[in-house]
């Protein structure tokens, strides 16, 4: 049997800065973001406005676009 499982954690990624800080209510403004930390899997990214979640692209691995 199994005796022992090799795990790993990672704390949350914080955001730490986005360009532009607003845009229009009716979307298609491409947001920069740059988290505190890097990203292992930055293409499973995400941000939600309001309910609309939208896929992020990496531009490395801690800013998405």
Same mark, same amino acid.
């Given at each position: 049997?199994v %005796? @022992? ?5 990672e704390?949350?990624? &914080? *955001? +730490?800065? =986005?360009?532009? @800080?607003s845009?229009?209510? @009716?979307?298609?403004?491409? &947001?920069? *973001? /740059? *988290? %505190? /930390?890097? *990203?292992?899997?930055?293409?499973r +990214? ?6 609309? +979640?939208? /896929? +992020? ?7 998405? =676009?």
């Amino acid at each position: 049997g199994v %005796s @022992s499982a090799d795990y790993m954690h990672e704390a949350p990624a &914080v *955001v +730490a800065w =986005l360009q532009p @800080s607003s845009g229009p209510i @009716s979307g298609g403004t491409a &947001v920069y *973001v /740059r *988290v %505190s /930390r890097q *990203v292992h899997e930055p293409g499973r +990214a995400a941000c939600v406005f309001g309910t609309q +979640a939208v /896929r +992020a692209a990496a531009v490395n691995t801690t800013t998405m =676009l």
